[in-house]
């Protein structure tokens, strides 16, 4: 199965799959998380041009779901935080991955950049240089995610993990 944690920068993606990756493991489900900025320091920094360039970002996302894919076909559950808004990825996902399992953290770019943990947008704003989705680049919004959850302050990201996993069991009869 994968598990394909989407959102903006700042979103919760990572937290809410560091969360749900706990949960799956303590059930005793073989797991393992990708993350796309992980990933694309570990295995990407080669990508000629501006890594952040739409192209390369589709580039890099396409790896990201045949990665996922080959690890699903080995019985591995996979959970990825990424970003990669691309509306060929998600068709491509639901394409070749049987159990594809979309989750979209759709927060508003108000509180993302109050929240601002990597400093992206502020640097965006200070030097007017870069790509940054929700600023100056444009994004496709999942059109058919399995979870959508809105921001709301009075649901932490334990609770999305856990609203995510109640419906996967739902979903696949149990885990």
Known sequence: MVIWITGLSG????????????????????????????????????????????????????????????????DITVVISTISLFKEIHQWNRD???TYFEVFLDVPIEILQERDVKGIYA????????????????????????????????ISSEDIANQVFKKLCIKYGGI
């Open 11 to 74: 979103a919760g993606k990572t937290t809410v799959a560091k969360h749900l990756v706990s949960i799956l493991k303590n059930e005793g489900i073989h797991v393992v998380h990708l993350d796309g900025d992980v990933l694309r320091d570990i295995f990407f920094s080669d990508i000629t041009g501006d890594p952040h360039s739409s192209g390369n970002r589709l580039r890099i996302a396409y790896k990201y779901s045949a990665l996922c894919a080959m690890l699903s076909r080995q």
């Open 123 to 154: 640097r965006h704003e200070k030097e007017k240089v870069g790509s940054v989705y929700g600023i100056n680049l444009e994004f496709d919004r999942p059109l058919n995610s399995d979870m959508i959850f809105f921001h709301n302050s009075n």
């Open 96 to 98: 070749n991955i049987s």
